[in-house]
């Protein structure tokens, strides 16, 4: 049973348009919400991390935004690049847990 | 500094063979993960080391999957009697704070083949 549920799947955009992923989660007691970058090979490794007293966190390119009465958190990648094509995978976690991933998103970027 | 290292990088086993996997966490974390990626799908976690309390085993899937910790240093992960849905890249993270919050800074991984 997974507690993160990730969408789309994948998705395919061009240079410099925006991507977007999409979370949900069920268990009210997460208060940590963490996204994951990962390319091929490598493990995964932190992009940006959002608590629920905010409703966005900015980093960059990089924006989280936050809904907590719908239980839902997105991941916006501005301005794509070529060098963003990776699975990025969103995740959850409250104070005494382990995080709870999401299934991941494949993106790709074309020229 | 060095991150988490993983070795070996690859491994190719018979069914029915054991096979252990290291992890080296960064120096000073308390924490210690393991999870398991299979092709295309998420992380699954498997097992959790804090300091010198009992390890959260909740998400190892069978008696086959064993692990330990030697303190706040190396981690091994067994899996006994490997078998071909066993296929996958184990990964492991570290992280400086316990519980959720804390950054995990992941290694490369194992690939296992279970042929």
């Known amino acids: 049973q997974q507690q993160v549920k990730q969408s789309p799947q994948s998705l395919i955009v061009q240079k410099g348009g925006i991507s977007i992923i999409n979370c949900a989660y069920e268990?009210?007691?997460?208060?940590?919400f963490p996204w994951y970058q990962q390319f091929p090979g490598k493990g995964p490794a932190l992009l940006i991390a959002?608590?629920?007293?905010?409703s966005e966190k900015k980093e960059g390119r990089f924006t989280i935004s936050f809904n907590k009465s719908a239980k839902q958190f997105s991941l916006h990648i501005m301005d794509s690049q070529p060098g963003d094509s990776a699975t990025y995978f969103c995740?959850?976690?409250?104070?005494?847990?382990?995080?709870?991933f999401g299934a991941g998103t494949q993106v790709v970027v074309t020229p | 500094g060095a991150g988490v290292s993983q070795s070996p990088s690859n491994k190719v086993t018979e069914k029915g063979k054991d096979v252990e996997l290291r992890c080296d966490p960064i120096s000073g974390h308390t924490a210690l993960y393991w999870y398991r990626q299979r092709l295309g799908q998420g992380l699954e976690f498997l097992i959790y080391?804090?300091?010198?309390?009992?390890?959260?085993k909740s998400g190892l899937p069978s008696d086959r999957f064993s692990a330990e910790r030697t303190g706040e240093s190396v981690s091994t992960l067994t899996i006994q009697r490997t078998q071909q849905e066993d296929s996958a890249v184990y990964l492991c993270?570290?992280?400086?704070?316990?519980?959720?919050?804390?950054?995990?800074?992941f290694g490369p991984g194992t690939r296992l083949t279970v042929t």
């Open positions: 995740a959850a976690a409250d104070s005494w847990g382990k995080l709870q």
């Open positions: 268990n009210t007691a997460f208060d940590y």
């Open positions: 080391f804090q300091g010198n309390s009992a390890p959260d």
């Open positions: 993270a570290s992280s400086l704070v316990s519980r959720g919050y804390g950054e995990q800074y």
């Open positions: 959002i608590r629920p007293d905010v």
